[in-house]
């Protein structure tokens, strides 16, 4: 948990909470966060579904991982330490989303159990929900898939703490959803997990 280091500042309530925001949108806010190793598929299905839940009504918002290095993470490489502040800002960006009654879809190789197990923990002392995804996908797979050539440079030392080369994937014990990403179709994938959000009632229909 990081530690809190601005004193004198205190949380300001307003008027308008969670639940009307709720009626206002016709669904819940949640937060689905994708796990994975690089080139499993999780942008891939994030954005498939971001489409879905749109044609029916849903705000949805993709917070990728990259596009989130690109900005409000810039400044956080790929260390340990690095890793799990990245998770933990990305967490509280996702909370945030979730209060306004937006689908957040987090797509991030988290690699560390203990950093998506933080951000667990503040949705649900929130009372949101979290929905873990794992996109498994086997390593052999990944790498032959390399999108974006990542595992070639990972390969050759261009690149270093490169999850599931020189750096470990811990995967999920327990995810709310466990996609097979080297077995299963686009649709099956997303059909799983609309499956969830209605079983939830985050999400009618």
Not at 9 to 37: M, N, Q, S, Y
Not at 74 to 92: M, P, Q, V, Y
Not at 118 to 125: K, M, Q, S, T, Y
């Amino acid at each position: 948990m990081a530690e809190q280091k601005a004193t004198n500042v205190h949380w300001h309530e307003g008027d308008i909470t969670r639940e009307h925001r709720g009626k206002i949108l016709g669904h819940r806010g949640a937060t689905l966060w994708f796990t994975g190793l690089s080139g499993s598929g999780k942008s891939t299905i994030a954005v498939e579904l971001e489409g879905i839940l749109s044609e029916m009504g849903v705000l949805a918002y993709r917070l990728d991982g990259d596009n989130v290095r690109l900005g409000i993470n810039k400044n956080l490489g790929f260390s340990a330490e690095d890793r799990t502040e990245n998770i933990r800002r990305i967490g509280e960006v996702a909370k945030l989303f979730v209060d306004s009654g937006v689908v957040a879809l987090s797509s991030f190789i988290s690699p560390y159990e203990a950093d998506r197990d933080e951000v667990r923990a503040l949705h649900d002392a929130a009372g949101m929900d979290f929905i873990e995804v794992f996109v498994d996908c086997s390593l052999d797979m990944a790498e032959s898939r390399d999108p974006k050539g990542l595992y070639k440079k990972a390969r050759a030392g261009e690149i270093k703490n490169f999850t599931g080369i020189d750096d470990p994937y811990e995967a999920p014990g327990k995810p709310e959803v466990h996609l097979h990403s080297d077995q299963q179709t686009l649709a099956e994938e997303v059909d799983a997990i609309l499956a969830v959000l209605r079983e939830r009632g985050i999400i009618n229909g």
